[in-house]
T-cell receptor, first 113, second 113 residues
Framework: KAGVTQTPRYLIKTRGQQVTLSCSPISGHRSVSWYQQTPGQGLQFLFEYFSETQRNKGNFPGRFSGRQFSNSRSEMNVSTLELGDSALYLC????????????FGSGTQLSVL | GQQLNQSPQSMFIQEGEDVSMNCTSSSIFNTWLWYKQEPGEGPVLLIALYKAGELTSNGRLTAQFGITRKDSFLNISASIPSDVGIYFCAGLASGGSNYKLTFGKGTLLTVNP
């Protein structure tokens, strides 16, 4: 069974640009969550999608958005990038999201210059 | 918001030694999860705990869900070099649609062969 796949693996952008990250969950998983990981703040929850609907949202500004498609694949978008957005962005999937185990992808390392 | 205090922040041990780390919270959690993250990869689930007092093993790893539901412990016995990585605890406050994991800041484990 293939794991969670995130693309691209690495990304370099400049301030003010926008970026879109992609996540393909494990087959059959309908819940996709996104996390931002930085050395200082650790893993912080961005949002969670289930059946194309955002069910939960963390405390991030509106520049961070996401969506989920009918095949459960998900994308997250960050607009007007800031230096502080440099981080490892992790996607995780689970069957229903209701307290179940999360399976993480390898992440997208975003560097904002 | 909810916070998890994970300790120690880092450990440097000799191969063959046992390791203990823990997480505490001011809030009650219904689920505790322990993850390991290696460089360049996303966190990998090690153990999931669903009931207060539960003790679960996965090979040389043993984790416990504290009776108060505000803490959890992870022990690694007879450490080996491949145990190197960052270990994270994560707690879930409620199930169903209110799904958001809170992560500890991690314990960096270094094993000296």
């Amino acid at each position: 069974k293939a794991g969670v796949t995130q693309t691209p693996r690495y990304l370099i952008k400049t301030r003010g640009q926008q970026v879109t990250l992609s996540c393909s969950p494990i087959s059959g998983h309908r819940s996709v969550s996104w996390y931002q990981q930085t050395p200082g703040q650790g893993l912080q929850f961005l949002f969670e999608y289930f059946s194309e609907t955002q069910r939960n949202k963390g405390n991030f500004p509106g520049r961070f958005s996401g969506r989920q498609f009918s095949n459960s694949r998900s994308e997250m978008n960050v607009s007007t990038l800031e230096l502080g957005d440099s981080a490892l962005y992790l996607c995780a999937s689970s069957w229903s999201g209701g307290g179940e185990k999360l399976f993480f992808g390898s992440g997208t390392q975003l560097s904002v210059l | 918001g909810q916070q998890l205090n994970q300790s120690p922040q880092s450990m440097f041990i000799q191969e063959g030694e046992d390791v203990s780390m823990n997480c505490t919270s001011s809030s009650i959690f219904n689920t505790w999860l322990w993850y390991k993250q290696e460089p360049g990869e996303g966190p990998v689930l090690l153990i999931a705990l669903y009931k207060a007092g539960e003790l679960t093993s996965n090979g040389r790893l043993t984790a416990q869900f504290g009776i108060t539901r505000k803490d959890s412990f992870l022990n690694i016995s007879a450490s080996i070099p491949s145990d190197v990585g960052i270990y994270f605890c994560a707690g879930l406050a409620s199930g169903g649609s209110n799904y958001k994991l809170t992560f500890g800041k991690g314990t960096l484990l270094t094993v000296n062969p």
